[in-house]
């Protein structure tokens, strides 16, 4: 019999509903998910339209006359995004928001390419907690992921010699939205070397070029930032000895739990929140029961995923132990929250595939986690208005 709708709409579906959902998250907070990292994006991207150029204020908090610097403390292509559909959008704000909700169509997109008839289970990864607060917040993490993502299938694909142009455009685009993007750079690097000294390939010729022009680029761009401020990436970074080792490996342990907090996440709403305990109990219990004797074969499952959200973790800890920057929070884990999510709901929803009760369970839980991750209170507040 044939399907009334395809998965294709169904992943559109999925979009629009994390899309509405979205803009009620960022209606209901005070600060329109907004955080000081905000204000400099939007602030270099506002000078950019005024024809000030990439620069912004050195400290926002300074008193009397502001002091001006070239924008180069995060790289410049998320306030170049901004400023591109500010053309269209005058208010900056709403315009940062499209520019994530643009991209997290377009991760859909490559989703449904990917996974096909399971592209809509993988598309519901963005109903989890950290997914939608990565994309609810005025952050490059939204489009820097669509690039991530883009990496991945690339390096999925068999014949990678024909790529090579592609591979460079991302690479290029990773490391222009993050600094960060340099350990997928890292990371082609070694299997290039792998696949060339230990497989014995020798097509890897094609790789090296695109190894090669975006080492030119990424040092031109260094070298650019530190003629301009005198530090390759806008200001002194390394400061191993601001936190102690048991600080560090505590916010590493919790972060690391925090990946696999699908509906709730323990960072945000603390260690004894019994609702979040609730969900992951559920979650774990969902996966057995999902994975219990099954001999599917699911040609979702793929090792790339793995051996890159390895590779990045290992950068991300060796970087944030040398500048501790953020917490390891769903932000700078949010690659490999991503990639964890989109191929396991894959390879689950495959799973699932001929059973209605399965297929329901995951439904239901993916669900529950949807509607605990609004603005409840936001919305029972409107609610009352309307009827009161």
């Known amino acids: 019999m044939k399907q009334l709708f395809s998965p294709s709409f169904f992943s559109f579906a999925i979009f629009l509903v994390v899309a509405a959902s979205i803009f009620l998250r960022i209606q209901a907070s005070p600060g329109n998910y907004t955080s000081m990292d905000s204000m400099y994006y939007l602030k270099a991207a506002e000078n950019l339209l005024n024809g000030q150029g990439l620069q912004t204020p050195l400290n926002h908090q300074i008193e009397g006359e502001?002091?001006?610097?070239?924008?180069?403390?995060?790289?410049?292509?998320?306030?170049?995004?901004?400023?591109?559909v500010g053309l269209l959008i005058p208010n900056l704000l709403w315009a940062s928001k499209v520019v994530n909700l643009l991209f997290l169509g377009g991760i859909v997109v490559l989703l449904q390419k990917r996974f096909g008839k399971n592209g809509p289970w993988a598309a519901m990864a963005f109903v989890s907690y950290g997914m939608m607060e990565v994309f609810s917040h005025t952050w490059s993490e939204g489009p820097f992921l669509f690039f991530v993502l883009a990496f991945v299938f690339l390096l999925e694909k068999e014949d990678l010699s024909t790529s090579w142009i592609k591979f460079t455009l991302i690479l290029i685009a990773l490391f222009t939205l993050r600094y960060a993007g340099i350990i997928f750079?890292?990371?082609?690097?070694?299997?290039?070397?792998?696949r060339y000294f230990i497989l014995k390939l020798k097509n890897q010729k094609y790789l090296w070029y695109a190894l090669s022009i975006s080492t030119l680029y990424i040092g031109t761009y260094l070298g650019f930032n530190y003629w301009q401020t005198g530090y390759l990436t806008g200001a002194a970074r390394v400061f191993p000895a601001q936190e102690s080792t048991a600080t560090f490996f505590y916010y590493l342990s919790r972060g690391v739990l925090n990946i696999f907090a699908f509906a709730r996440n323990f960072w945000s709403f603390g260690a004894n929140d019994l609702l979040a305990l609730l969900f992951l109990l559920v979650q774990c219990l969902l996966i057995y029961l999902l994975t219990k004797k099954s001999v599917r074969s699911s040609g979702s499952f793929s090792t790339i995923p793995i051996q890159v959200s390895g590779f990045y973790f290992m950068g991300i800890v060796l970087l944030r132990f040398l500048s501790p920057f953020d917490a390891f929070d769903f932000r700078i884990m949010s690659p490999i929250i991503m990639l964890l999510y989109v191929y396991g709901l894959a390879h689950l929803g495959q799973l699932a595939e001929g059973d209605q009760k399965k297929q329901l369970a995951l439904l239901s839980f993916l669900a529950l986690s949807w509607m605990v991750n609004l603005p409840n209170k936001f919305l029972w507040e409107k609610w009352l208005g309307v009827w009161g």
């Open 185 to 194: 750079w890292g990371f082609l690097f070694f299997l290039t070397i792998y």
């Open 66 to 84: 502001e002091i001006i610097q070239y924008f180069a403390i995060w790289p410049i292509g998320y306030p170049l995004l901004i400023a591109t």
